[in-house]
């Protein structure tokens, strides 16, 4: 990445208000969920690692979707603090309401067309925690998607959860344009879509100044490899969720040791 440039006085005073959410919270450590979750053994290694949350993927037509059946049984096996994330396609106010019922504590994920009056209306106007996806663009348009205002009308959510736009739903392991994102927006954000161990620090970097927070979220980039070297959907490598986790804490280390280097561009 390269080095910040110096600021003029007047750049530096605007610079230090943008990112004041994130000069606040530098220090504070950046949460990870492992999503699309299908199998015990895959928890568990995700729990191993010290994730924060796993995600269980309620959409029938995904290739790593469950059923909320088995969703409470794998979030049986989760400890004290570790959060399930339940992900909902465009799914009826009494279907995500019932299966929300199933698992304890679960948050609810919204990644369909969902309105924020969906989304109040199928948590119960909020009083369970969800998370809403914004579906960014590729390429150069992810220029012309207002998150600010997409914040803002969603602004009963949790955090905005930012993942690429691709056909279909459920995540499509494509990374957007992080740069193109606005420099300051008053949410807490989880950034998602085509994150790898390999990745994931440069993403930390560039997307936590720009709001009140940053977690991430993976599910392809941490998925096994078949024999013809693509991933297996819906199947872990333990060793990659591994690796994920240690360049999250990396990124962290580079941004507590100097948090001003990497102001994004704005």
């Known amino acids: 990445m390269n080095q910040a440039t110096p600021l003029t006085t007047t750049a530096l005073a605007a610079s230090q208000r943008l990112h004041a959410p994130f000069q606040a919270s530098a220090n504070v ?32 037509p995904s290739p790593r979707a469950v059923t909320p059946q088995r969703a409470a049984q794998l979030a049986r096996r989760l400890p004290p603090f570790v959060t399930p994330v339940l992900l909902f396609v465009n799914e009826s106010t009494p279907n995500v309401i019932a ?18 009056q969906d989304c109040l209306a199928a948590t119960h106007q909020g009083a369970r925690p969800y998370l809403r996806a914004a579906r960014i663009p590729l390429g150069d348009g992810a220029a012309q998607f207002d998150l600010v205002k997409y914040a803002h009308d969603y602004s009963h959510a949790q955090a905005i959860l930012l993942d690429a736009h691709v056909d279909g739903f459920g995540g499509g392991g494509k990374a957007f344009n992080w740069s193109l994102l606005p420099p300051s927006v008053s949410s807490h954000l989880v950034l998602s879509g085509g994150l790898t161990p390999a990745n994931v620090t440069d993403g930390i970097l560039q997307v936590r100044p720009r709001g009140l927070s940053l977690a991430v979220d993976v599910s392809s980039g941490v998925e096994a490899d078949g024999p013809d070297g693509k991933p297996i959907k819906g199947i872990k490598d333990a060793v ?27």
């Open 29 to 60: 450590r950046t949460r990870i969920k492992i999503c699309g979750l299908t199998r015990e053994e895959d928890v568990d290694a995700a729990v191993a690692a010290g994730a924060d949350a796993v995600g269980f993927v309620l959409y029938a």
């Open 240 to 266: 990659k969720i591994q690796r994920f986790v240690a360049a999250v804490r990396a990124a962290d280390a580079q941004l507590a040791k100097n948090p001003h280097e990497f102001l994004s561009a704005t």
């Open 99 to 116: 299966a929300s019922t199933m698992i304890a504590g679960a948050t609810v994920q919204f990644h369909g067309d969902e309105t924020p």
